[in-house]
């Protein structure tokens, strides 16, 4: 059984970076899409980006556009996100997410309840 370790969060100034890893065990990351979604305290999860299992098609949610990428690495099953400028609105727990689709339809990957295996989140948490 895959499971999935998110790591790489911690607090940062605004205008900061940092890099999310999601590690995953047990079978091979290649066969899955995988998506990041956060939620902030008292707010829904919300999605963030996903790739596709052949890692070419990528989503972005509107408002991380610009500033955060996706990227996947399957020889290491790992998937990163790598966020710059990174706001006090990005202030959220992070979820690494698989799911068994192909990747190549955009309202299944934006779906949370599209993705079957979660791991258990790596706060972020941006602040002066």
């Known amino acids: 059984q895959v499971q999935l370790v998110e790591s790489g969060g911690g607090l940062v100034r605004p205008g900061g970076s940092l890099r999310l890893s999601c590690a995953a065990s047990?079978?091979?990351?290649?066969?899955?899409?995988m998506g990041w979604f956060r939620q902030a305290p008292g707010k829904e999860r919300e999605f963030v980006a996903a790739?596709?299992?052949?890692?070419?098609?990528?989503y972005y949610a509107d408002s991380v556009k610009g500033r955060f990428t996706i990227s996947r690495d399957n020889a290491k099953n790992t998937v990163l996100l790598q966020m710059h400028s990174l706001k006090p609105d990005d202030t959220a727990a992070y979820y690494c997410?698989?799911?068994?689709?192909?990747?190549?339809?955009?309202?299944?990957?934006?779906?949370?309840?599209?993705?079957?295996?979660w791991g258990q989140g790596t706060q972020v948490t941006v602040s002066s």
């Open positions: 997410a698989a799911s068994s689709d192909s990747g190549t339809d955009y309202y299944r990957m934006v779906s949370p309840d599209k993705y079957y295996l």
């Open positions: 047990g079978r091979t990351s290649s066969e899955y899409a």
């Open positions: 790739i596709s299992r052949s890692g070419v098609i990528l």
